[in-house]
Nanobody, 115 residues
Framework: QVQLVESGGGLVQPGGSLRLSCAAS????????MGWYRQAPGKERELVAA???????NLGDSVKGRFTISRDNAKNTVYLQMNSLKAEDTAVYYC?????????WGQGTQVTVSS
């Protein structure tokens, strides 16, 4: 099993920045990939950003050029740096880990972009 603990969400004004963190209960090296998804009210969950064990990154089209995903192996933590935030980025953000063929999810953290 894998436990994922997210932090860093909150309220921010348009154009502002936030950094989300996701700490995993297992070593990063045991995962195939980790990433972030988000779900806004009335919408399906969508990929925001992912990073594989070989450091390949994948960003959703709507966040390219604004968001960056990175990881700290020593802390088993993945980060999502979000810049130039827009109202449409408002959603619950979920951390995801792929481990031994299964998907694991964090509890989610709310990000609200509003003036």
């Amino acid at each position: 099993q894998v436990q994922l603990v997210e932090s860093g969400g909150g309220l921010v004004q348009p154009g502002g920045s936030l950094r989300l963190s996701c700490a995993a209960s297992r070593s990063w090296y045991t995962f195939n990939a980790m990433g972030w998804y988000r779900q806004a009210p009335g919408k399906e969950r969508e990929l925001v950003a992912a990073i594989t064990a070989t450091d390949t990154t994948n960003l959703g089209d709507s966040v390219k050029g604004r968001f960056t995903i990175s990881r700290d192996n020593a802390k088993n933590t993945v980060y999502l740096q979000m810049n130039s935030l827009k109202a449409e980025d408002t959603a619950v953000y979920y951390c995801n880990a792929q481990w031994r063929g299964a998907n694991f999810w964090g509890q989610g953290t709310q990000v609200t972009v509003s003036s």
